[in-house]
């Protein structure tokens, strides 16, 4: 059935508005008077927790899990109840976080094979680097403590991807909190700050047995595998070096890496360094593994690749939502290796659109791509300032699926700039019942 619902995590953090985050409940029936709106929203107990990503209990999809990126919280809501009325029904506390399993900044969930929850951490609980994840149990969501055998936790950790049949879990490297949360430091470049391996962990054993260097300041952050569940292959993006690489289990079933796309910098006048990376902050693929989707945050483009040829991508859909290098704005454009000019301001029902894409959500029948435009708060306040003021928004994008293409529904925006308490930031977003990227 065509979704109906979607629930999406918002924050307050670094608005400036002291009021606690929440999870709101979006109408997308296009045939309701609240299509597009907020029709509820379920406030956490806590201020500046920073809900980020999230996600879905394995055994019924009821319960949905929300992990905190700042606070290291973690909230367990019931969606099964009242679908359109969500409550909350346990809390776990940082401190037991932080005493049990010595993590903190905890980033994206899934789900075990078991049924238990995995929820993978960016950080110890003083904010450097570490890498790892810790379980709740499938049912009662209790913490039950770290998952990976503490020998090898690698030095940073963000997202992560696993496929059972194949007794494999590929995680990423992100951010080091500490260093990195206050906002992007150009001046770290080239000094081997940034996170740069991919990790390949035997799922049974609990332990890292490969990992891959994809190159100083490549930052790789979103991972993906193919849906299908004896596929061998997925992919991963890196943020600053604009670059996608293919992982895939090779004839001597070891696990190898390709580069398979490139997305080039842009020479820019009017930005914090001469050369504007593709920032490729987020992957997504149809449930039919026909299509990749690509979210470029800095340029401001959403990308639809033709993977039928899983090792050769072609691009057959692109729209841009945002971003930072549009007609008139301050950022100019001295060569592009792309595009013959700078996009135009995006406008949908009467709101100036500002960011760029991040977060997506794709239609179970692939039709219909949600976007939202909040990164990071603290990154956002210092590339999109006017997301931070005047609120994020959701976006719809029609897809064509026979041939490719993209296009913005002009009819559907949700504004998050006119909640009642406020402008806030708009995240991650998943439909009742399960969705592509669950």
């Given at each position: 059935p065509?979704?109906?619902?979607?629930y999406?995590?918002?924050?307050?953090?670094?608005?400036?508005?002291?009021?606690?985050?929440?999870?709101?409940?979006?109408?997308?029936?296009p045939?309701?008077?609240?299509?597009?709106q907020v029709?509820?929203?379920?406030?956490?107990?806590?201020?500046?927790?920073?809900?980020?990503c999230?996600?879905?209990?394995?055994?019924?999809?009821?319960?949905?899990?929300?992990?905190?990126?700042?606070?290291?919280?973690?909230?367990v809501?019931?969606?099964g109840t009242?679908?359109?009325?969500?409550?909350?029904?346990k809390?776990?506390?940082?401190?037991?976080?932080f005493?049990?399993?010595?993590?903190?900044?905890?980033?994206?969930?899934?789900?075990?094979?078991n049924?238990?929850i995995?929820?993978?951490?960016m950080?110890?609980?003083?904010?450097?680097?570490?890498?790892?994840?810790?379980?709740?149990?499938?049912?009662t969501?209790?913490l039950?403590?770290?998952?990976?055998?503490?020998c090898?936790?690698p030095?940073?950790?963000?997202?992560?991807?696993?496929?059972?049949?194949h007794?494999v879990?590929?995680?990423?490297?992100?951010?080091?909190p500490?260093?990195?949360?206050p906002g992007?430091?150009?001046?770290?470049?080239?000094k081997?700050?940034?996170?740069?391996?991919?990790?390949?962990?035997?799922?049974?054993?609990?332990?890292?047995?490969?990992?891959?260097?994809?190159?100083?300041?490549?930052?790789?952050?979103?991972?993906?595998?193919l849906?299908?569940?004896d596929?061998?292959?997925?992919?991963?993006?890196?943020?600053?070096?604009?670059?996608?690489?293919?992982?895939?289990?090779?004839?001597?079933?070891?696990?190898?890496?390709?580069?398979?796309?490139?997305?080039?910098?842009?020479?820019?006048?009017g930005?914090?360094?001469?050369?504007?990376?593709?920032?490729?902050?987020?992957?997504?693929?149809?449930?039919?593994?026909?299509?990749?989707?690509?979210?470029?945050?800095?340029?401001?483009d959403?990308?639809?690749?033709?993977?039928?040829?899983?090792?050769?991508?072609?691009?057959?859909g692109?729209?841009?939502?945002?971003?930072?290098?549009?007609?008139?704005g301050p950022?100019t454009?001295?060569?592009d290796?792309?595009l013959?000019?700078q996009?135009?301001?995006?406008?949908?029902?009467?709101?100036?659109?500002?960011g760029?894409?991040y977060?997506?959500?794709?239609s179970?029948?692939?039709?219909?791509?949600?976007?939202?435009?909040?990164?990071?708060?603290?990154?956002?306040?210092?590339?999109?300032?006017?997301?931070?003021?005047k609120?994020?928004?959701?976006l719809?994008?029609?897809?064509?699926?026979?041939?490719?293409?993209?296009?913005?529904?002009?009819?559907?925006?949700?504004?998050?700039?006119?909640?009642?308490?406020g402008?806030?930031?708009?995240?991650?977003?998943?439909?009742?019942?399960g969705d592509?990227?669950?």
């Amino acid at each position: 059935p065509r979704e109906e619902l979607a629930y999406v995590t918002c924050t307050y953090r670094e608005t400036g508005i002291d009021q606690p985050d929440f999870l709101a409940t979006v109408d997308l029936n296009p045939t309701s008077p609240h299509y597009g709106q907020v029709i509820h929203r379920l406030p956490m107990p806590n201020l500046k927790d920073e809900l980020n990503c999230s996600g879905w209990s394995a055994t019924r999809r009821n319960k949905l899990i929300l992990p905190c990126l700042i606070s290291s919280r973690i909230y367990v809501v019931d969606v099964g109840t009242q679908c359109r009325a969500p409550q909350l029904c346990k809390m776990i506390e940082p401190v037991d976080v932080f005493w049990k399993c010595n993590k903190g900044y905890l980033s994206i969930v899934h789900s075990l094979p078991n049924g238990d929850i995995l929820i993978s951490n960016m950080g110890d609980p003083a904010g450097n680097g570490k890498g790892g994840f810790i379980v709740l149990d499938g049912e009662t969501f209790e913490l039950k403590g770290n998952w990976e055998n503490e020998c090898g936790a690698p030095p940073t950790g963000h997202d992560f991807s696993l496929q059972p049949r194949h007794n494999v879990l590929i995680s990423s490297s992100g951010l080091v909190p500490k260093r990195d949360g206050p906002g992007f430091n150009p001046d770290y470049l080239g000094k081997g700050v940034f996170g740069r391996r991919l990790n390949v962990w035997n799922l049974s054993c609990r332990t890292l047995i490969q990992y891959f260097d994809l190159g100083e300041d490549s930052l790789p952050v979103s991972v993906q595998f193919l849906h299908n569940p004896d596929a061998a292959e997925g992919y991963v993006s890196c943020v600053l070096s604009g670059v996608i690489y293919r992982f895939y289990k090779d004839e001597a079933s070891c696990w190898a890496v390709e580069e398979v796309i490139k997305i080039p910098a842009k020479k820019v006048r009017g930005w914090i360094l001469p050369e504007m990376p593709a920032f490729v902050a987020n992957l997504l693929i149809s449930l039919d593994d026909k299509f990749l989707y690509v979210s470029n945050w800095l340029h401001g483009d959403i990308r639809q690749y033709d993977i039928s040829d899983s090792r050769k991508p072609k691009l057959v859909g692109q729209v841009f939502v945002g971003g930072s290098i549009f007609r008139g704005g301050p950022v100019t454009v001295c060569r592009d290796e792309e595009l013959k000019c700078q996009p135009e301001p995006l406008v949908v029902k009467c709101k100036r659109v500002h960011g760029g894409p991040y977060r997506m959500q794709l239609s179970v029948d692939g039709k219909r791509l949600y976007v939202t435009n909040s990164f990071y708060s603290t990154w956002d306040k210092q590339f999109y300032p006017d997301v931070v003021t005047k609120g994020a928004v959701m976006l719809q994008i029609d897809v064509n699926t026979e041939n490719g293409g993209l296009t913005v529904n002009k009819n559907f925006l949700v504004d998050f700039g006119k909640e009642p308490c406020g402008p806030c930031l708009a995240r991650d977003i998943h439909f009742p019942g399960g969705d592509s990227t669950s």
